[in-house]
């Protein structure tokens, strides 16, 4: 009982000064990776060499997100220092002027769409500083990119939470993503209109007459997501519900379905800026789709370090910030910038850039030390304390895998540490282990909006070096919300199979 207590005590520590003190988010965290690092090496009498590497892929980790960061703001500060920026502003605005279709278009459908191909935080890194081009409030476009890049992230970067997450367990995949598509899709329902709410309240407007545009585009979406999680599996229910819901969505706009109106500005002025973004998505969703077997070969070219036998890292062209960085060398042919705009720009982005991996190598250290304590690790000592909890479970099973997210960094994350203890209560309870690793997929996409590492990288490409107490008061009342709203469709799902 009293490693139980114990294993809650850094995320306690944690939530306690970064959310209610507000202390510097280095600091808090730095701390808390000392205090774990302690904890396990006296209490649990862990090894100080697997501790030493688990720090090591913490740090390799660190490195793999620090590019993605690097490179989002470098392509960023060229095409500001070359004013294409500016001409892709402009083509937003006379696309609509209303800030709730951008919100959709770009907060909700491109989020969805990065996180199907990507993952890795990126969304909102793309996202977040085209809603501040629009008129967004940089803070608000943190708020609503990462609320949009919750729930879809279950099945993320081609179905990886589901596949790799759930990959050493006996359990049918197929069976998972059908129900993880299901109660992924009513929480997909309510989230357009969630972020309609949300900016409401934070600008203290108005935006009634745009409610059935966006509640026909959180149905488009659904139902989209639901089919293809049914039919296809994991892979592709994000792919096809962004494209697919953009298109339509779009399309119902031109036909004049909603009050709302768009016109048909000029892309040519913005075409540089575009074809910048468009090479991301397009060297991204190459190597996911393995065209050409163009992901065979980017796996290739790079090597693994091996810290033991269990234990290792791959860096490689095919990790998403060596795409990203590829992606910008190719648009400097296109921007043809100066020496002196060139150095501009890698001066603004190491000023922006650098600071942040103070914050996200602790946050990082922290999750890889908590993913491999040793046995009884930390994750099962917390998940096992609601192992004979009955119904209540199904209520506690999504917030485990948000904790999970949030603590840790990622649905994938938090499905490999929680899955095993998930399906062990499942069977012991006699619930069905496809609701129940559903629901855990579902928590911890859903806990994809309050992930340290993300806010800490979306902040700084929106240039806030500060926000992060902010961020989670204001997403961890919705990721509650969104949780509760999946245990309630859960338990009915329950009383049926």
Same mark, same amino acid.
């Given at each position: 009982?009293?490693?139980?207590?114990?294993?809650?005590? #850094?995320?306690?520590?944690?939530?306690?000064?970064?959310?209610?003190?507000?202390? /510097?988010?280095?600091?808090?965290?730095?701390? %808390?990776?000392?205090?774990? @690092?302690?904890?396990?090496?006296?209490?649990?009498?862990? #090894?100080?060499?697997?501790?030493?590497?688990?720090?090591?892929?913490?740090?390799?980790?660190?490195?793999?997100?620090?590019?993605?960061? @690097?490179?989002?703001?470098?392509?960023?500060?060229?095409?500001? +220092?070359?004013?294409?920026?500016?001409?892709?502003? /402009?083509?937003?605005?006379?696309?609509? $002027?209303?800030?709730?279709?951008?919100?959709?278009?770009?907060? @909700?459908?491109?989020?969805?769409?990065?996180?199907?191909?990507?993952?890795?935080?990126?969304?909102?890194?793309?996202?977040?500083?085209?809603?501040?081009?629009?008129?967004?409030?940089?803070?608000?476009?943190?708020?609503?990119?990462?609320?949009?890049?919750?729930?879809?992230?279950?099945?993320?970067?081609?179905?990886?939470?589901?596949?790799?997450? *759930?990959?050493?367990?006996?359990?049918?995949?197929?069976?998972?993503?059908?129900?993880?598509?299901?109660?992924?899709?009513?929480?997909? *329902?309510?989230? #357009?209109?969630?972020?309609?709410?949300?900016?409401?309240?934070?600008?203290?407007?108005?935006?009634?007459?745009?409610? #059935?545009?966006?509640?026909?585009?959180?149905?488009?979406?659904?139902?989209?997501?639901?089919?293809?999680?049914?039919?296809?599996?994991?892979?592709?229910?994000?792919?096809?519900?962004?494209?697919?819901?953009?298109?339509?969505?779009?399309?119902?706009?031109?036909?004049?379905?909603?009050?709302?109106?768009?016109?048909?500005?000029?892309?040519?002025?913005?075409?540089?800026?575009?074809?910048?973004?468009?090479?991301?998505?397009?060297?991204? *969703?190459?190597?996911?789709?393995?065209?050409?077997?163009?992901?065979? %070969?980017? /796996?290739?070219?790079?090597?693994?370090?091996?810290?033991?036998?269990?234990?290792?890292? %791959?860096?490689?062209?095919?990790?998403?910030?060596?795409?990203?960085?590829?992606?910008?060398?190719?648009?400097?042919? !296109?921007?043809?910038?100066?020496?002196?705009?060139?150095?501009? $720009?890698?001066?603004?982005? +190491?000023?922006?850039?650098?600071?942040?991996?103070?914050?996200?190598?602790?946050?990082?250290?922290?999750?890889?030390?908590?993913?491999?304590?040793?046995?009884?690790?930390?994750?099962?000592?917390?998940?096992?304390?609601?192992?004979?909890?009955?119904?209540?479970?199904?209520?506690?099973?999504?917030?485990?895998?948000?904790?999970?997210?949030?603590?840790?960094?990622?649905?994938?994350?938090?499905?490999?540490? @929680?899955?095993?203890?998930?399906?062990?209560?499942?069977?012991?309870?006699?619930?069905?282990?496809?609701?129940?690793?559903?629901?855990?997929?579902?928590?911890?996409?859903?806990? =994809?909006?309050?992930?340290?590492? =993300? &806010?800490?990288?979306?902040?700084?490409?929106?240039?806030?070096?500060?926000?992060?107490?902010?961020?989670? +008061?204001? =997403?961890?009342?919705?990721?509650?919300? !969104?949780?509760?709203?999946?245990?309630?469709?859960?338990?009915?799902? &329950?009383?049926?199979?």
């Amino acid at each position: 009982m009293l490693l139980t207590i114990l294993a809650f005590v #850094p995320f306690i520590f944690l939530i306690y000064f970064l959310v209610y003190k507000e202390l /510097r988010a280095s600091k808090v965290l730095f701390f %808390t990776f000392l205090l774990t @690092f302690f904890l396990l090496f006296f209490v649990w009498k862990q #090894p100080f060499n697997e501790l030493v590497h688990a720090i090591l892929k913490g740090l390799f980790v660190t490195l793999d997100l620090f590019l993605i960061i @690097f490179g989002v703001l470098l392509l960023f500060f060229l095409l500001q +220092k070359t004013h294409h920026l500016q001409k892709l502003e /402009r083509y937003f605005l006379h696309l609509s $002027s209303d800030i709730p279709v951008h919100i959709v278009f770009i907060g @909700f459908f491109l989020v969805v769409f990065f996180e199907a191909i990507a993952g890795f935080g990126i969304p909102a890194l793309i996202a977040a500083p085209l809603l501040v081009l629009v008129g967004v409030r940089p803070l608000h476009a943190v708020i609503l990119t990462l609320i949009s890049d919750s729930v879809v992230s279950l099945f993320g970067a081609f179905g990886t939470p589901v596949i790799i997450g *759930l990959e050493a367990l006996p359990i049918s995949v197929a069976e998972v993503s059908f129900f993880a598509g299901l109660i992924g899709g009513i929480i997909l *329902l309510c989230t #357009p209109f969630t972020l309609l709410f949300v900016y409401s309240r934070l600008t203290k407007k108005s935006y009634s007459r745009f409610t #059935p545009f966006v509640l026909v585009s959180g149905l488009v979406s659904a139902v989209l997501f639901f089919l293809s999680a049914w039919f296809f599996g994991p892979e592709f229910p994000s792919v096809i519900s962004s494209i697919g819901g953009f298109i339509i969505m779009f399309l119902l706009l031109r036909l004049h379905v909603f009050s709302v109106r768009i016109k048909s500005p000029a892309l040519r002025p913005a075409r540089v800026a575009l074809l910048c973004y468009s090479l991301i998505i397009l060297l991204l *969703l190459l190597t996911r789709l393995n065209v050409f077997s163009l992901g065979d %070969t980017a /796996r290739q070219v790079g090597f693994t370090v091996v810290f033991s036998e269990s234990l290792g890292h %791959t860096l490689s062209l095919f990790s998403p910030g060596a795409l990203i960085l590829l992606s910008v060398l190719f648009c400097i042919f !296109f921007l043809r910038p100066s020496k002196e705009v060139f150095f501009s $720009s890698l001066r603004s982005t +190491k000023e922006k850039s650098f600071p942040v991996i103070l914050t996200l190598v602790w946050v990082l250290l922290f999750a890889q030390l908590v993913m491999h304590s040793s046995d009884p690790s930390l994750p099962s000592l917390i998940a096992g304390l609601f192992a004979h909890s009955g119904w209540l479970y199904v209520f506690i099973a999504p917030i485990l895998g948000a904790f999970g997210s949030f603590s840790a960094g990622g649905a994938t994350i938090s499905t490999l540490m @929680f899955s095993g203890v998930q399906l062990e209560v499942a069977l012991l309870s006699g619930f069905s282990p496809g609701v129940i690793l559903a629901l855990q997929l579902v928590g911890a996409g859903i806990g =994809n909006m309050l992930a340290i590492h =993300n &806010l800490v990288a979306v902040l700084t490409v929106v240039h806030l070096s500060h926000g992060i107490p902010v961020v989670i +008061k204001a =997403n961890i009342r919705i990721a509650l919300l !969104f949780c509760l709203l999946a245990s309630l469709f859960a338990f009915i799902l &329950l009383l049926f199979v």
